[in-house]
């Protein structure tokens, strides 16, 4: 087992002695296990988000499910910076405008097929990701903020006085996917169903794309690049120091973060078929950025409710759509001094497995003996430990 | 714990198969019932979209009122086809996103006409919505030539276009013998397509198009358009956005010592305007402007209902917002039907539709075939725009 | 020359409210996202009063005088309490958390604004007498002077109360070291409501100004200013006083020029991408204190 | 024994104070050092030129023969646009960089990273050595796993190392403060480096904590890796280190074995006062010594590295 695991390491000079004893294996199952959960939680929410259509198939139903979904995609892109990474951009939106205008550019002034647009998008975004994020993210947090503030609306600015982009009127007549002439506005027929129009037809394809995006961005903030961009979130010289290029690894965050928004824009543009520069102010970053801090920065369930939430909540009370975003205002400052880590922390554990503990293991079952007498020793010397008091003295020269 | 955790999930499954057996038995409007159509009884709904947040929020209202007025005095002779119309109106933020789940909204609450739009921009990703689902529709501001330049059956504009109105302005720039004109826009759909109208216009009737700048809205500094502005001294300066800037424009421009005359578009002509500006800074302003009640002799009975609906006086498109209303139920009652077909004909079959703007017949692209432009001034005691020269004689 | 000129107006606002993004800048290293807000809050306190008082149309400078010291207590005092809910309670968090409560308290003050006297521009109720006359070839009214002396006072007041002041002194320290002030005997707290009071109604003033010299008012209008006041602190030298009224007259000057060549559409563009050459090549700006280089 | 790392006349200066003044030292292969020397007097500055943190005004570090602090070029110096290029990575090497070539560090105040859990914390530290790639992370191909896998039980091997005894699912901030120390050793040996930077280890610690900490450093030094320990506790300085380096003023003052130092009359001058005695001299009364102006502007390095907002210490 070690010997094929050493290939996973590159040559390391340095090799730590096996591990004094084997670990318990993970628990399984649905509720003994945080992960087992997540999961079948997440399966649940997809099963019914992709049974509303057959329940409620109306335009206006699919329409804001459609927009909610795509705000679900862009938080997971916007957590991943600012969650992860710890990169405070309120310029975000502008990813999105750029994955929006470029696919709508695509289509409509250079006629490609939807499809061949979205290698383009993508390509766009990374490239948009570099220019802004090459030269700002050597700056300090707050800086970094206020400049992707200014970039945002450098973006929209520009999108609104070029020809190319359609100027202020924006563009419009977005085509839908098509493949070898069939396309999305066709609709079809399966098994007596109807897929009538191409909203339907659409959110399913937003669906599945948007439950890419999400388990994706998990999965890359639970690797060995989730875990350089959470050290640069806690502690940037730390993370310098452990061998992270902390500014490659802010460089990376920020670049799937606007591949994640181009994907958005992408599907916002053929969701819409026609977008506007004004759907790109300041106040959409905001907004994003509220659903992902409201949810809990750093947490996939926290930032899904958060989005839901964010893009929902002004359809379903109508009346809160005046007071939006005074209430949202005010609930940035409550949740941040009362409850920092959002709705849904990302460090939540599951109430009932809480109190889950591993069980001491017996000495005697330790494998790869080093110097058997010492971890025998230490723990005994290690129970005066709690409550040391010397914390105080040296955080106190710092704080 | 084994025989808990076993015991909860098999909870949970119970839950979630009945939870989805409970939610498909339940379907009503699900993907195997078709579309909602018009039932045929009942009120007739007419969709409204309008902005009711954002920058442009103040003009929802007015709209709303508007248009809810003519629906009042429509039921209150009979309704239309014997039935009555109801308004549903939703809010579309003068933004693309909004306006398409406030369409998909309309749509969905089963209304057969529209009567709203405002942005061009908010106004042109809903065209589509409401093709698809065969509603027709009468748009009373929005006035953007891309809207009908999609050759969609269904939109009428009985807003002037820009055409109409950038026409209306080089009329007026003639009359007084202006040589040299100048164009400011704000970025904005609405106003650089207005801007581009009265350039190419004005160029083709011989006027020399001395400056053309865009000022970014929501700013309060524009000296350097002012400056722009003295230095070039062009007659007449064509201002092609709305009031909050324009009346910033007004003052500056003339603290900067430009001397000619100050022409503003409809977005621009409200009572706001003489009040940002400052007194004293309003002489040389005039407008282009589809008639007001105001300026219409015995429409004063006309704003005492308006404002005894709404406790406040007529804005800008409330005039509009009340054709729409009765062009589309006249359309309706013409063709005596519901039906897409039906009513885009009966829209298109009117003629000399008595409205404010005048007497409507739709030209064969569906805009006004007179787009009832007007120059107004401002009534230095009032502050308010009133009627300078009807442009017809 | 006239480029110059408007370009110096517009600079003495962004000179003031980047006053006071530096001076909280440098006392607590907290970008005070809301500050914009605070310009704009006091225009509206000026709005309010006068309306409340039924005052509209009015020229008279004294009545402007009176005004503009109320507001700049109010919005003061608002900086102040800002500051003792939103700010203290975090000033051990980590950055990210003060900035987005900071993005917080700007959207509740806007909105708030917003809900209180309606989305639409309010006409300012006091106008200065603006007749224009040349001076060398430049147009200048009456009001523009009006302002830049008022700017000006407010400049040298607030330079002396740093300066001169033990007051200032403490800032000072307090930016230097704020361990060591504290270990000095230096109420951390209270300077730094100080200071919070100051800026903020640095920035009323200015919004107070803005409103009698442009006319109009609305609930947006700090989010542009406040942006730009940022760019002047940072190309001025944030948390240095002299750096914020250089980087503010030079970013009016420079927008003055920008607007003039490229168009007034590609201001903000211009302005924006001035800030992040200037982030990039000498993030400590102009009259910045040196930064040891590190990594 | 060859030398590991030489640092030769090393001098930085902030503003007008000389933190480190002529600092010249070398590490060889498999040693303990210790760094010594009263509170101010530019050791942990010291510690952060060698690890590529702060670049310093002049002098040379050679880390296994490779340059830490790079020659610059004349021409940029005459141009002054040596500061620039430094900023865009230029004629310097990040710290990441230095890490990968083998020299890992502690911090005087424990950075973790706090919203990691133990392992986690561990695992960053092989991210250099780590074979995973985007797309396999995005997939879970069972190569991806199989890094997983080897990293978790690589992790797992040093946090039994160093005799970490707790729950590697916790958070670091769950931790007793002994505790944490053990995981920021294991997490810099993790790294798998051939040179161990210390900064006051033994800070906070309890007597017996300090003994197991000193018998695991001699197991570190066990394992080929050569330490370097910033300390004030001299009975652990004595009792460790096989040779010491004594600062004063950011400048070296002594260099040798322990019975040399302890015999020096320069230190126990400079240092020690009158006091001889080779018992463990009590902390706060070495605190309270010295305050030089190289503390003051320790201080304001401290003071502006807080600011940076990566927050490590300001919570």
């Known amino acids: 087992m070690a010997r094929d695991l050493a290939g996973a390491l590159k040559h390391a000079p340095l090799r730590a002695p096996a591990p004094l004893f084997e670990r318990p294996r993970a628990a399984g199952g649905i509720f003994d296990s945080q ?32 927009s909610a979904l795509i705000y679900v995609m862009l938080c997971m892109g916007l957590n991943v910076v600012v969650g992860y990474a710890g990169l405070l951009d309120l310029g975000y939106i502008a990813f999105f405008a750029v994955g929006a205008y470029v696919s709508g550019i695509f289509t409509t002034v250079l006629g490609f097929p939807m499809w061949l647009a979205l290698p383009a998008t993508i390509a766009a975004c990374i490239i948009a990701g570099i220019i802004i994020g090459a030269p700002t993210l050597r700056l300090r947090s707050d800086y970094l903020a206020i400049v992707t503030l200014g970039f945002g609306e450098i973006i929209r600015i520009t999108a609104n006085n070029l020809d190319i982009t359609g100027g202020p009127s924006g563009i419009h007549g977005i085509p839908t996917w098509e493949f070898l002439g069939w396309s999305f506005a066709d609709g079809f027929t399966i098994a007596g ?137 005010i609930l940035l400052v409550v949740v941040m001094l009362f409850r920092p880590a959002g709705l849904w922390p990302a460090t939540a554990v599951l109430p009932w497995l809480k109190k889950r503990r591993p069980t001491p293991p017996p000495f005697t079952a330790a494998v790869g003996a080093y110097e058997p007498n010492e971890p025998a020793v230490e723990p005994s010397v290690m129970e005066s430990v709690d409550g040391l008091p010397a914390t105080d003295a040296e955080e106190g020269r710092r704080a | ?82 039935r009555q119309i109801e308004l549903v109106v939703e809010d579309d933020a003068c933004d693309a996103t909004t306006a398409v789940s406030g369409a998909n909204k309309l749509v969905t609450e089963g209304i057969v006409a529209s009567v709203g739009g405002y942005c061009s921009g908010a106004t042109l990703p809903t065209l589509p ?52 004109v100048a164009v400011i826009d704000d970025a904005t759909s609405y106003s650089a397509d207005l801007a581009d109208a009265f350039t190419a216009q004005a160029t083709e009737a011989g006027l020399a198009v001395d400056v053309t700048a865009t000022v970014t809205p929501g700013e309060n500094d524009y000296s350097a358009v002012a400056t722009q502005l003295a230095s070039a001294k062009p007659e007449i300066v064509y201002w092609t956005g709305y009031y909050q800037e324009g009346g910033l424009i007004a003052r500056q421009s003339a603290d900067a010592g430009f001397e000619g005359v100050l022409m503003v578009a409809d977005g621009s002509v409200d009572a706001k305007f003489a009040e940002i500006a400052g007194t004293g800074y309003t002489e040389n302003v005039v407008g282009t402007f589809t008639q007001t009640p105001d300026m219409i002799e015995g429409a004063d009975a006309w704003i005492a209902d308006y404002t005894d609906l709404a406790g406040d006086a007529p804005g800008p498109y409330s005039t509009q917002s009340y054709d729409a209303v009765r062009v589309m139920a006249q359309a309706i009652d013409d063709a005596g039907s519901t039906e897409f077909d039906a009513v885009v004909g009966g829209l298109e079959d009117l003629t000399d539709f008595d409205t404010f703007a005048g007497p409507l017949t739709f030209t064969p692209d569906h805009t006004l075939s007179g787009g009832g432009f ?20 | 020359m006239q480029l110059i000129w408007n370009g110096l107006i517009v600079g003495s606002f962004y000179a003031l409210v980047a006053l006071g993004y530096s001076m909280v800048y440098g006392i607590i290293k907290l970008l005070n996202f809301a500050h914009g807000d605070i310009y704009m809050l006091g225009a509206f306190v000026g709005f309010f009063t006068l309306s409340a008082f039924g005052i509209s149309n009015e020229t008279s400078i004294p009545l402007l005088l009176v005004i503009l010291l109320l507001s700049m207590v109010t919005t003061g005092l608002i900086g102040v309490g800002i500051e003792r809910i939103a700010y203290r309670p975090l000033r051990k968090s980590p950055r990210l958390a003060v900035l987005i409560t900071a993005i917080g308290v700007s959207f509740t003050l806007e909105y708030g604004v917003r809900q209180i006297f309606g989305p639409n521009p309010e006409a300012f109720p006091i106008r200065l007498e603006s007749a224009g006359f040349d001076i060398a070839g430049v147009r200048v009214t009456a009001s523009q002077i009006v302002l830049v ?97 250089l980087g503010g007259l030079l970013l009016g000057l420079l927008e003055s020029f920008g607007a003039a060549w490229f168009g007034g559409e590609w201001r903000d563009v211009f302005a924006f991408a001035f800030l992040i050459l200037f982030l990039t090549f000498k993030p400590t700006g102009l009259l910045g204190a040196r930064v040891v280089e590190r990594m | 024994m060859s030398a590991l790392l030489e640092v030769t006349d090393l001098r930085l200066q902030f503003g007008g104070v000389k933190a480190v003044d002529g600092l010249s030292f070398e590490v060889r292969e498999g040693e303990i050092l210790a760094v010594i020397g009263p509170n101010g007097a530019g050791k942990t500055s010291a510690f952060n030129c060698i690890s590529g943190f702060y670049l310093p005004t002049s002098g040379s570090v050679v880390f296994r023969g490779m340059h830490i602090v790079r020659e610059v070029p004349r021409i940029w110096h005459t141009l002054r646009l040596v500061q620039l290029l430094q900023r865009f990575g230029f004629y310097r090497v990040l710290p990441s960089r230095v890490t990968k070539w083998g020299m890992a560090r502690t911090f005087q105040n424990l950075r973790l990273f706090r919203e990691l859990s133990v392992l986690d914390n561990v695992k960053t530290a092989m991210h250099a050595n780590l074979r995973e790639g985007f797309w396999s992370t995005l997939l879970h191909t069972p190569g991806y796993r199989r890094a997983e896998a080897a990293c978790a039980r690589e992790a797992q091997g040093w946090l039994d190392f160093v005799g970490f005894e707790d729950d590697e699912e916790l958070y670091v901030t769950q931790l007793p403060y002994g505790e944490q120390r053990r995981v920021e050793i294991a997490r810099a040996l993790a790294t ?88 463990p001299i009590d902390d706060t009364r070495l605190r309270s010594a010295a305050v030089s102006a190289a503390a003051i502007a320790e201080a304001l390095v401290d003071a502006g590295e807080s600011s940076r907002g990566n927050g490590g210490d300001e919570r």
């Open chain 1, 35 to 66: 992960r087992g959960f997540m999961r079948a939680l997440g399966g649940l929410v997809v099963v019914l988000v992709a049974v509303l259509p057959f329940l409620d198939a109306s335009p206006y139903t699919i329409s804001i499910a459609t």
């Open chain 1, 193 to 329: 169903l109807e897929f009538p129009e191409r909203v339907v037809f659409y959110y399913f394809v937003a669906l599945v794309v948007i439950v890419v995006g999400v388990i994706g961005a998990g999965r890359l903030g639970k690797g060995k690049l989730g875990r350089a961009w959470k050290a640069v979130r806690d502690d940037e010289d730390a993370a310098e120091a452990m061998g992270i290029n902390t500014y490659i690894a802010k460089i990376s965050a920020y670049i799937i973060g606007a591949v994640w928004a181009g994907m958005a824009g992408q599907l916002m543009a053929t969701h819409l078929s026609a977008i506007s520069p004004n759907s790109f102010q300041f106040l959409y970053s905001a907004l994003i950025l509220m659903a992902v801090v409201l949810g809990g920065m750093g947490s996939t369930p926290g930032v899904i409710i958060g989005a839901l939430f964010v893009s929902l909540a002004p359809e379903l009370l109508r009346d809160f759509a005046e007071w939006r975003y005074l209430i949202f205002g």
């Open chain 2, 1 to 82: 714990m084994q025989f808990g955790s076993r015991r909860r999930s098999r909870v949970l499954q119970i839950a979630v198969a009945a939870s989805v057996l409970a939610l498909t038995a339940g379907c009503s409007s699900g993907l195997a019932s078709g579309a909602s159509a018009d039932s045929g009884d009942g009120p007739i709904k007419f969709g409204m979209l309008a902005p009711f947040s954002g920058s442009e929020s103040a003009f929802g209202a007015y709209m709303q009122n508007g248009a809810q007025l003519a629906v009042d005095e429509i039921n209150e002779a009979g309704g239309v086809l014997g």
């Open chain 2, 129 to 180: 919505i409401f093709d698809e689902a065969g509603i027709p529709m009468v748009i009373p501001a929005a006035n953007s030539n891309e809207l009908v330049d999609q050759g969609l059956p269904g939109v009428f504009l009985i807003n002037g276009t820009g055409d109409q109105q950038a026409a209306a302005a080089v009329q007026y720039a003639e009359q007084i013998g202006a040589k040299k």
């Open chain 2, 374 to 393: 007007v120059i107004v001034s401002i009534d230095p005691a009032s502050g308010v725009f009133v009627l300078e020269d009807d442009l017809q004689g």
């Open chain 3, 149 to 245: 002396v008022i700017a000006a006072a407010l400049m040298l007041v607030l330079a002396h109360i740093v300066e001169r002041t033990r007051q200032g002194r403490a800032m000072r320290a307090i930016a230097l070291d704020p361990q060591g002030a504290q270990l000095m005997g230096v109420n951390v707290n209270r300077v730094i409501a100080i200071v919070f009071f100051i800026g903020s109604s640095l920035a009323g003033a200015a919004g107070v100004m803005a409103g009698a010299y442009y006319g109009s008012i609305d609930f947006l209008m700090g989010f542009i200013i406040g942006l730009k006041a940022f760019t002047a602190a940072v190309i001025g030298g944030i948390g240095n006083l002299y750096g914020a009224m």
């Open chain 4, 192 to 279: 798998s480096p051939k040179l161990l930077l210390l900064d006051e280890p033994a800070a906070g610690l309890n007597f017996s904590e300090k003994q197991s900490l000193v018998r695991l450093i001699r197991k570190v030094r066990d394992l080929g890796v050569a330490v370097v320990l910033i300390e004030h506790d001299m009975g652990m300085v004595m009792e460790l280190a096989e040779r010491i380096v004594v600062l004063n003023y950011g400048k070296e003052i002594a260099d040798g074995t322990p019975a040399e130092i302890k015999a020096n009359p320069v230190v126990i001058e400079a240092y020690l006062g009158v006091d001889d005695d080779t018992e």
